[in-house]
């Protein structure tokens, strides 16, 4: 069965772009074929770059009459017939047909049709008739006075607030709509789209969520039709018309501000402007203003500006404008310095400032706003706003004045300001969610709902995406496992699952809202439950880790360079922040991951010192670590100014001194990370390969230095947290780790201590038969036996023993996290981070909530 699930999701969408054909043979064609009174359209694609939302009209003999249709919808008016696909053979691949599953329809009697039309051309692919577009289309059906149209956008970009509007023949009205609404003037009718389906995703329809209406004629059919302004075919894309009003409030000895009135959008969004000087480009804009720099003294310009919408169509250009820039001889005397400079707002990303106006003999053109002495943002105003900050950070601010000669004044007194905590007012609650926790552990996002934990958590870090080994960018599009030796150091090279990401259909008992997935969605698997859980909690961020144990072996080499960090970065962006996932099985493609990430979590383990085998470790790994995070930092900022939505950008980070020396200059790493997940647990442990420390037990996450301790170096939480303190981080950027599983050794010696401490041979029976001396909370509660729960006072910790040479637990529960909660609020720390979510029932979970309430 899931061989026939994969081969028919191979069969279905591949490109979300249809291509008008200039030739013939690069039209869709259709074939009929008549088996006794039961009719068949075979629809095929004979060229190389796929076709959408097609449509098949055709004439029959009077009197005869086409029902009963499958993959498809049938209209009947008089003798014409319209077939309309159903959504999943809605495209055509290049070189490839609607076969196994082409429309068929049952006649009244036996009867041949005629005039058959494919999308306006002849079914044998001749004629001018237009083909469906790239850009949005609207497919429209009736049957009896029930309308529906299928919105399509076959664009690679998200299309938002979509409208049909259309006209109906005379006397005609529509009412009752579902998944939308109605609004009727005379003949014209205009479709507007609930919320729910408002927007639609690069490649997607709004199917199963089309808005349906009723007309008060049975058969309607509209005389015309348009969808944002373009038919809706999808011909006639209309550019945006040019912009007006150009015109230069300020200018001075190098730059020219220009301003302009907004360009009417054509058949799409406008996303940007773009300024010319002459016939260069000068500059790219999303606003309506923009200043050019780097000009030529006491020389003529001339300005023209064109609007640009998503598909990158230009309009035409304004009238131009010519500027003359000032002559620096004409005036010497800089500005006073500006006073009064203050804050009047902040966030946890921004903070708003004002100030007093300077002077000039000539007029002052524009302040510079300057961050620990560097310019931030130029404005023409006494306000700003400084967008792209860190929060829980303090920075100086200060203003200087620049006036219409370029004379630059001294800059006014400083200001610092800190900005707002991440979780304002409150306590950060990180989550770990694993990828392949579907599989034996058989815990599926639904689980984080049921289980009340996402309710309580601030933010769930999805585990984890790997990088390509080849192309030194973020991995994702495949399915495969990690060799089986984890010494193995090529182990996860190649690795991932897609399968799990977004290609496995679930059912309606995993899925997050009851609804089972049909197996031809786009998007399927863990992203698409994670998009139900945020729409069931609009406040629960989501990131995508990269890396993690198995997964850091190049985050060296990614991080080596400007460009290949530059390459690195992007190429993360474009795939989970802009969602434009590979094809996979029929899922993915461009813009299908969009709105799920919030952010970014990096699990780089560890840099400039050892971690897994095989891992790449450099010479310059500290440095190039700060510089990598600082691009993430940069390129989600600038994400931030296309989309208005700020990114998270977090790390979880070690506790061991000597892994932070190697590898964290956390002072200057703290200005572009929003948390420092500090790694609070794993102190001690025994592997699957009795690796680490199979003879002798120890507490794995103690929040302070137990005073037996024997080892040389005392772990603890206090120790942890201590090392970025002393260093300068605020602590509203730290959450300390919790471990929701425990690390076990067997045989070992009770030596009057209950095991604490003591002889070991080797790690103990793990949950899974790979996994020896790991178990998930939940599994160690219930599969120990006669394991005898301690809590130590001292060091706070919890550990379980089965008696003498038996098996010895360490782990944490309800009683050592309430413990933890109290401390890191006395620390005003930000919050607390558990690895990971799975062994939780709900128990531990509530108790970290309840502790930081």
Not at 64 to 70: N, R, T, W, Y
Request: hydrophobic share 35%.
């Amino acid at each position: 069965m899931r061989r026939l699930i994969s081969a028919l999701l191979t069969l279905v969408v591949v490109s979300a772009l249809a291509v008008a054909p200039a030739r013939a043979a690069d039209r869709l064609t259709a074939v009929f074929s008549l088996s006794g009174t039961t009719g068949k359209y075979v629809v095929s694609n004979p060229g190389s770059a796929s076709i959408s939302n097609w449509s098949l009209t055709f004439e029959l003999p009077s009197g005869v009459k086409a029902s009963s249709p499958q993959n498809a919808t049938l209209t009947q008016n008089g003798t014409k017939v319209t077939l309309t696909p159903a959504h999943y053979i809605n495209t055509i691949r290049g070189g490839g047909s609607s076969e196994p599953y082409s429309p068929t329809f049952s006649l009244s009697s036996a009867a041949t049709p005629t005039s058959c039309t494919l999308s306006g051309a002849n079914c044998d692919g001749s004629g001018e008739g237009p083909q469906p577009s790239a850009g949005v289309t609207a497919t429209y059906s009736v049957e009896g006075t029930r309308a529906k149209f299928i919105v399509a956008n076959n664009s690679s970009a998200t299309i938002t607030n979509w409208s049909v509007v259309f006209d109906l023949p005379a006397g005609v009205t529509a009412s009752s709509a579902d998944n939308g609404t109605i609004a009727q003037n005379g003949r014209t009718v205009t479709l507007s789209p609930a919320y729910f389906n408002a927007t639609i995703g690069a490649g997607r329809t709004t199917e199963p969520y089309s808005p349906t209406f009723s007309v008060s004629q049975s058969g309607a059919q509209p005389t015309t039709c348009r969808v944002n302004d373009v038919n809706c075919d999808g011909s006639g894309d209309a550019a945006p018309s040019a912009p007006g009003g150009l015109k230069s409030p300020v200018k001075t000895t190098k730059t020219v501000s220009l301003t302009w009135d907004a360009a009417k959008p054509g058949s799409l969004p406008i996303t940007a402007y773009e300024v010319y000087n002459g016939s260069t480009l000068a500059t790219t804009v999303a606003e309506t203003n923009a200043t050019v720099t780097g000009l030529t003294p006491n020389t003529d310009y001339t300005f023209t500006v064109k609007a640009r919408d998503r598909k990158g169509g230009l309009s035409p250009a304004s009238e131009p404008v010519t500027v003359k820039t000032n002559n620096p001889a004409d005036d010497t005397k800089a500005p006073s310095v500006p006073s009064g400079l203050r804050s009047t707002g902040k966030d946890s990303a921004s903070v708003k400032l004002a100030w007093n106006a300077s002077t000039d003999d000539h007029g002052v053109a524009n302040y510079d706003v300057l961050v620990d002495g560097k310019v931030a943002t130029t404005v023409t105003g006494t306000s700003a706003t400084v967008a792209g900050l860190s929060p829980s950070t303090a920075y100086n601010f200060a203003v200087q004045a620049r006036d219409l000669y370029d004379n630059v004044s001294e800059a006014s007194a400083a200001v610092k300001v800190t900005t707002d905590d991440m979780v304002a007012n409150g306590y950060a609650r990180v989550g770990y969610f694993v990828q392949w926790g579907i599989y034996g552990r058989q815990y599926f996002v639904k689980n984080l709902d049921t289980t009340g934990n996402a309710a309580k958590l601030t933010h769930i870090n999805y585990a984890f995406a790997n990088i390509d080994s080849k192309n030194l960018t973020c991995l994702q599009g495949v399915t495969k496992g990690t060799s089986s030796d984890p010494q193995d150091p090529n182990q996860g090279d190649g690795a991932g699952d897609a399968e799990a990401d977004y290609g496995r259909p679930f059912s309606a008992a995993q899925s997050v809202d009851g609804q089972a997935d049909s197996g031809w969605e786009k998007l399927r698997g863990n992203y698409n439950q994670l998009k139900k859980l945020k729409a069931k909690y609009p406040k629960l961020r989501v990131l995508i880790s990269i890396g993690g144990w198995t997964y850091s072996k190049y985050f060296s080499d990614v991080a080596a360079t400007d460009a290949s960090r530059k390459k690195f970065v992007s190429s993360c962006i474009d795939t989970y922040i802009k969602g434009n996932l590979p094809d996979y099985n029929g899922a993915g493609g461009p813009g299908t991951a969009a709105g799920i990430f919030d952010g970014i979590d990096l699990d780089w383990e560890w840099p400039g010192a050892e971690g897994h085998p095989g891992n790449h470790i450099g010479k310059d790994d500290k440095a190039n670590n700060t510089l990598l995070i600082a691009e993430f930092r940069r390129q989600l900022d600038a994400m931030t100014k296309e989309t208005g939505k700020r990114y998270d950008l977090t790390a979880f980070t070690p506790a061991d001194p000597a892994k932070i020396q190697a590898g964290w200059d956390l002072p200057e790493v703290a200005k572009s990370l929003d948390i420092f997940n500090v790694q609070g647990y794993d102190f001690h442990g025994s592997g699957s390969d009795n690796s680490w420390e199979p003879n002798r037990t120890g507490h794995a996450g103690n929040l302070y230095t137990d005073t037996d301790d024997p080892y040389s170096f005392h772990f603890s939480d206090e120790a942890a947290i201590k090392a970025y303190l002393d260093a300068g981080v605020n602590p509203r950027k730290l959450t300390i780790g919790l471990a929701y599983y425990g690390r076990g050794w067997q045989n070992v010696t009770d030596g009057g201590k209950k095991g604490e401490w003591q002889d070991a041979k080797g790690a103990a029976p793990g949950q899974f038969q790979e996994e020896a001396g790991t178990r998930g909370y939940s599994n160690l509660i219930a599969s120990v036996p006669n394991c005898q729960i301690t809590h130590d006072e001292q060091a706070v910790a919890t550990y379980c023993y089965t008696g003498n040479n038996g098996q010895w637990w360490s782990f944490d529960d309800a009683w050592s996290i309430s413990k933890k909660m109290a401390w890191l609020k006395s620390k005003n720390l930000l919050g607390a981070m558990i690895w990971e979510m799975s062994g939780d029932p709900g128990v531990l979970t509530k108790a970290v909530d309840d502790g930081l309430r």
